[in-house]
């Protein structure tokens, strides 16, 4: 007989992996213990050499499913006299590392008992098992057990007891196995005065969607506001009771067919669709959607999501209709996901609210996914993804807490060789979210037992996440130039610690000299960076004002474009904003007079558009630039001219040329649909281009593609397309391109620079 200690780290907690590795063992003849404990799991095994042998290869080669084994080390021990193998109770002592997995969808196995009548848990909304149901929304603390969950306040019957130190049963250390008789349980209020009288509470939900409600369903990390989306007029009320002018709304769908009634599904996003993580998917609307106009008004991209809980299943199978579900919040605030939150700032937006007695332990919003040329990419990392785990190629030397960026805002922690999301929080406009970033930053360290010694933070001095970084005056603040942020980012999710090219495309980030950046070219390492190439800036007349009326921006172009006079075929373009308007901004542009220099692609997109689309403002982020993209005629496949001025420090891509192309094009009435494919193509060439000239004289380096632009399918796929071949091209997927993943970046390049300081 040998023996073995085996310590197994990653995502290995709540979801049935002990139970796994005892009927693995048992089935081998192995003795011995497994438990959890503040890294992952521990396994003590004794058996034969040969036996151990196949057992440690098993556990590595053929894990369980539903788990991410990060690392696995053995070494051997003595040997003990024993006679089963068993799970023995947690290891809470030691230093801890998050092993708990995100939540996950219910699974098959649940969902036929779901609807199954001669199950005990028919119809019961909060069934799960090891395989599926909340994990990090209701934990407390870890180790994962159910004492350090929200679920520590029900006690099982003896059925589920039974289930539960049962080793041959699926729901064996389920930790919030529940039924009807021992479980949360579900109940509908009224916020209208009225008392829920029903008794089949779904049944009654169900009835008031079909009636144009508004009903607030709590889900896994918080509560969502759903409506009818089949009917015009209930979407415009949630609109208008939610302030939410033209931002599309998520849509769940009972089942991946119904969804391809809807949308265009390809394999790669029925598989995004239909994962564990169940994010919201960014799919192309079929022509003929029975679907309300109202819920995606300006776009042809619909957000799709599947069932993820059986309180959802139930809901769809008794609305039979797709439901809107969208966040339970007021525009710009965080997400309720307590019961009498719900009920104070809900009140006036839903008609009722379906709730349940079973705690969430932290608001964890929906996740949103795209398949962008060919690639799963996670736009925002949240829910069925967080805290899943970044494990780092080189480990940092203290824990790092890194701040995010100011929109789209995700914050994330860096301790030894694994980084760790927090949940999305989003942008930092109102104080309640600010307090919900604050809020959620705490509870991280407190489930990790770690305190940062390094705080980083974005360049902008106006971020609140920057005020905060500062307030911090026991730690180490480090500040981070927001693109070399987002290289890193996409350095650190391939695991690449030598330098890159970066190709850094969004619409702003605090630059160094003095203008907003936002189309560069960086030869970066974690400990430094290089901005060797860049875009001719324009001016934002307004400062920020112009991102929202982005006419201001295509007035810009035309006036660079056209050396401050532009002719009438140009201005005409802008006919809709008044001349005195106009005057306004050409003398805000040429006094220098709050009109800041704005180097961002993702600006160019929003002047190209507002000159060709007649967009003159823009309701939400990215608004202007998603439309601009979607028109583009496929076919066309000409581009306009440009220019690379290498006189400058760094080389500047001037699109002046591609302006006055597309000014002569308009108004000889072409589509904008082919103004938009050449201007999509002058984009991609010039990339193209200026990497060419940078390689020939730095040297053949891996491309970073990364930036909210690189979300443009046809301008990252074309690129791609065209550089694939000459070097190796790095681009998202488990870390979003946007803001919502540079925190990773930020997390890196402290820690470098403190190791530089010594």
Same mark, same amino acid.
């Given at each position: 007989?040998a023996?073995?200690r085996?310590?197994?780290?990653?995502?290995?907690q709540?979801?049935g992996?002990?139970?796994?590795?005892c009927r693995?063992?048992?089935r081998?003849?192995?003795v011995g213990?497994?438990?959890?404990d503040p890294?992952?799991?521990s396994i003590e095994?004794?058996?034969s050499?040969a036996?151990?042998?196949?057992?440690i290869d098993?556990?590595? !080669?053929?894990?369980?499913p539903?788990a991410r084994?990060?690392?696995?080390?053995?070494a051997p021990?003595?040997?003990e006299d024993?006679?089963a193998?068993v799970?023995?109770s947690s290891?809470?002592?030691?230093?801890?590392?998050?092993?708990?997995p995100?939540?996950?969808?219910? =699974?098959e196995?649940c !969902?036929k008992?779901?609807?199954?009548?001669? @199950?005990?848990?028919?119809?019961?909304?909060?069934?799960? =098992?090891?395989? =599926?149901?909340?994990?990090?929304t209701?934990?407390t603390?870890i180790?994962y057990d159910?004492?350090?969950?929200?679920?520590?306040?029900f006690v099982?019957?003896?059925?589920c007891?039974?289930?539960f130190d049962?080793?041959e049963?699926r729901?064996f250390h389920a930790q919030? $196995?529940?039924c009807p008789e021992?479980g949360?349980s579900?109940?509908?209020d009224?916020l @209208?005065?009225h008392?829920? !009288?029903a008794s089949n509470v779904?049944?009654?939900?169900a009835e008031?969607?079909s009636?144009g409600?508004?009903v607030?369903?709590?889900g896994l990390?918080g509560?969502?506001?759903?409506?009818d989306?089949?009917?015009?007029a209930a979407v415009r009320?949630?609109r208008e009771r939610?302030?939410?002018?033209?931002k599309?709304?998520?849509v769940?769908?009972?089942?991946l067919?119904?969804?391809g009634?809807?949308?265009?599904?390809s394999?790669?996003e029925?598989?995004?669709?239909s994962?564990?993580?169940r994010?919201?998917?960014?799919?192309?609307?079929?022509?003929?959607a029975?679907?309300?106009?109202e819920v995606?008004p300006d776009?042809s991209?619909?957000?799709l999501f599947?069932?993820?809980?059986?309180?959802?299943?139930?809901? %769809?199978?008794?609305?039979?209709?797709? %439901?809107?579900?969208?966040s339970?919040?007021?525009?710009?605030?965080p997400?309720?996901?307590? $019961?009498?939150?719900?009920?104070?700032r809900?009140?006036?937006i839903a008609?009722a609210i379906?709730?349940h007695d079973?705690?969430?332990a932290m608001?964890?919003?929906d996740?949103?996914s795209?398949?962008?040329a060919?690639?799963?990419?996670?736009?925002?990392r949240?829910?069925?993804?967080v805290?899943?785990?970044?494990y780092?190629s080189r480990?940092v030397?203290?824990?790092?807490l890194?701040?995010g960026?100011?929109l789209n805002?995700t914050?994330c922690?860096?301790?030894?060789?694994t980084?760790y999301f927090?949940?999305?929080?989003?942008?930092l406009?109102t104080?309640?979210?600010l307090d919900?970033?604050?809020?959620?930053i705490?509870?991280?360290q407190?489930?990790l037992?770690?305190?940062p010694?390094v705080v980083?933070?974005d360049?902008h001095?106006?971020?609140?996440?920057t005020r905060?970084a500062?307030?911090?005056?026991e730690l180490?603040?480090v500040?981070v130039?927001h693109?070399?942020?987002?290289?890193?980012s996409?350095?650190a999710e391939h695991?690449i610690?030598d330098?890159v090219l970066?190709v850094?495309?969004?619409g !702003?980030?605090f630059?160094?000299?003095?203008?907003?950046w936002g189309g560069?070219?960086?030869l970066?390492t974690a400990?430094?960076?290089?901005?060797v190439?860049t875009?001719?800036?324009?001016?934002?007349a307004?400062?920020?004002?112009?991102m929202?009326?982005?006419?201001?921006?295509g007035?810009?172009? %035309?006036?660079?474009?056209y050396?401050?006079a532009?002719?009438r $075929?140009?201005?005409a373009?802008?006919?809709g904003?008044?001349s005195?308007?106009?005057?306004?901004?050409k003398?805000?542009?040429?006094r220098?007079i709050n009109?800041?220099?704005?180097?961002?692609v993702?600006r160019y997109f929003?002047?190209f558009g507002?000159?060709?689309?007649?967009?003159?403002?823009?309701?939400?982020?990215?608004?202007?630039?998603?439309?601009?993209?979607q028109?583009?005629?496929t076919?066309?496949v000409?581009?306009?001219p440009?220019e690379?001025?290498?006189?400058?420090?760094?080389?500047e891509?001037?699109?002046?040329p591609?302006?006055?192309?597309?000014?002569?094009?308009?108004?000889?009435?072409?589509?904008?649909?082919?103004?938009?494919a050449r201007?999509? $193509?002058?984009?991609?060439?010039?990339t193209?281009?200026?990497?060419?000239?940078l390689?020939?004289?730095?040297?053949n380096?891996?491309?970073?593609?990364t930036g909210?632009?690189f979300?443009?399918?046809?301008?990252?796929?074309?690129?791609e397309?065209?550089?694939?071949?000459k070097?190796?091209?790095l681009?998202?997927g488990?870390v979003?391109?946007g803001?919502?993943?540079i925190?990773l970046?930020?997390a890196?390049?402290a820690?470098a620079?403190?190791?530089?300081?010594?």
């Amino acid at each position: 007989m040998a023996g073995y200690r085996i310590e197994v780290r990653g995502t290995v907690q709540g979801v049935g992996f002990r139970p796994w590795v005892c009927r693995l063992a048992r089935r081998m003849g192995v003795v011995g213990r497994v438990q959890n404990d503040p890294r992952g799991v521990s396994i003590e095994a004794f058996a034969s050499t040969a036996v151990l042998g196949r057992f440690i290869d098993e556990l590595r !080669t053929d894990p369980l499913p539903t788990a991410r084994i990060a690392e696995l080390r053995e070494a051997p021990i003595p040997d003990e006299d024993l006679d089963a193998f068993v799970i023995e109770s947690s290891e809470a002592s030691g230093r801890k590392a998050l092993s708990i997995p995100p939540d996950l969808a219910t =699974c098959e196995d649940c !969902t036929k008992e779901l609807l199954d009548e001669r @199950d005990r848990r028919f119809e019961y909304p909060f069934t799960n =098992c090891t395989a =599926c149901g909340p994990r990090f929304t209701i934990a407390t603390g870890i180790p994962y057990d159910r004492a350090a969950t929200t679920m520590s306040e029900f006690v099982m019957c003896e059925a589920c007891r039974a289930e539960f130190d049962d080793v041959e049963n699926r729901r064996f250390h389920a930790q919030p $196995n529940a039924c009807p008789e021992c479980g949360p349980s579900l109940r509908l209020d009224r916020l @209208d005065g009225h008392a829920a !009288t029903a008794s089949n509470v779904l049944a009654h939900a169900a009835e008031l969607l079909s009636r144009g409600k508004v009903v607030a369903v709590k889900g896994l990390g918080g509560f969502h506001l759903a409506c009818d989306a089949t009917d015009g007029a209930a979407v415009r009320r949630l609109r208008e009771r939610k302030h939410r002018d033209e931002k599309p709304f998520a849509v769940m769908v009972q089942s991946l067919a119904e969804a391809g009634a809807l949308a265009e599904i390809s394999s790669e996003e029925g598989a995004l669709l239909s994962a564990a993580e169940r994010p919201v998917v960014l799919l192309r609307r079929r022509q003929d959607a029975r679907l309300a106009v109202e819920v995606s008004p300006d776009t042809s991209l619909l957000g799709l999501f599947l069932p993820y809980t059986p309180l959802h299943h139930l809901l %769809l199978a008794a609305a039979r209709r797709p %439901l809107v579900m969208t966040s339970a919040n007021v525009s710009d605030e965080p997400i309720c996901f307590e $019961n009498d939150e719900a009920r104070r700032r809900l009140e006036g937006i839903a008609d009722a609210i379906l709730l349940h007695d079973r705690k969430i332990a932290m608001r964890c919003d929906d996740s949103v996914s795209r398949v962008i040329a060919g690639v799963p990419t996670i736009m925002r990392r949240s829910r069925g993804f967080v805290p899943r785990p970044i494990y780092l190629s080189r480990p940092v030397a203290r824990p790092v807490l890194a701040c995010g960026a100011h929109l789209n805002n995700t914050f994330c922690i860096a301790m030894e060789d694994t980084a760790y999301f927090g949940p999305h929080i989003g942008d930092l406009e109102t104080v309640a979210a600010l307090d919900f970033f604050e809020e959620a930053i705490e509870r991280m360290q407190t489930i990790l037992s770690v305190r940062p010694e390094v705080v980083a933070h974005d360049l902008h001095p106006g971020y609140p996440s920057t005020r905060y970084a500062q307030t911090r005056t026991e730690l180490s603040v480090v500040g981070v130039q927001h693109h070399h942020a987002h290289v890193v980012s996409l350095m650190a999710e391939h695991g690449i610690c030598d330098q890159v090219l970066g190709v850094a495309y969004d619409g !702003t980030g605090f630059g160094e000299d003095g203008t907003s950046w936002g189309g560069d070219f960086l030869l970066c390492t974690a400990e430094r960076y290089e901005r060797v190439g860049t875009f001719r800036p324009i001016r934002l007349a307004g400062g920020n004002l112009a991102m929202r009326e982005v006419w201001r921006i295509g007035y810009a172009l %035309l006036h660079d474009a056209y050396d401050g006079a532009p002719p009438r $075929n140009a201005t005409a373009l802008l006919d809709g904003v008044p001349s005195s308007s106009l005057l306004l901004v050409k003398q805000m542009i040429e006094r220098e007079i709050n009109a800041p220099r704005a180097r961002g692609v993702g600006r160019y997109f929003d002047g190209f558009g507002a000159l060709a689309l007649g967009r003159a403002r823009s309701t939400h982020e990215g608004q202007v630039a998603i439309a601009w993209d979607q028109v583009a005629n496929t076919s066309v496949v000409d581009a306009y001219p440009y220019e690379i001025d290498r006189r400058t420090t760094p080389w500047e891509v001037d699109l002046r040329p591609a302006v006055r192309a597309a000014v002569e094009d308009l108004a000889a009435s072409a589509p904008p649909g082919d103004v938009s494919a050449r201007f999509h $193509n002058a984009l991609i060439a010039a990339t193209s281009e200026l990497l060419d000239l940078l390689w020939a004289e730095r040297g053949n380096l891996p491309v970073a593609l990364t930036g909210g632009v690189f979300q443009n399918e046809r301008l990252a796929a074309g690129i791609e397309n065209v550089i694939r071949n000459k070097n190796e091209v790095l681009r998202h997927g488990a870390v979003p391109p946007g803001d919502g993943g540079i925190a990773l970046g930020q997390a890196l390049i402290a820690d470098a620079v403190m190791r530089d300081k010594g």
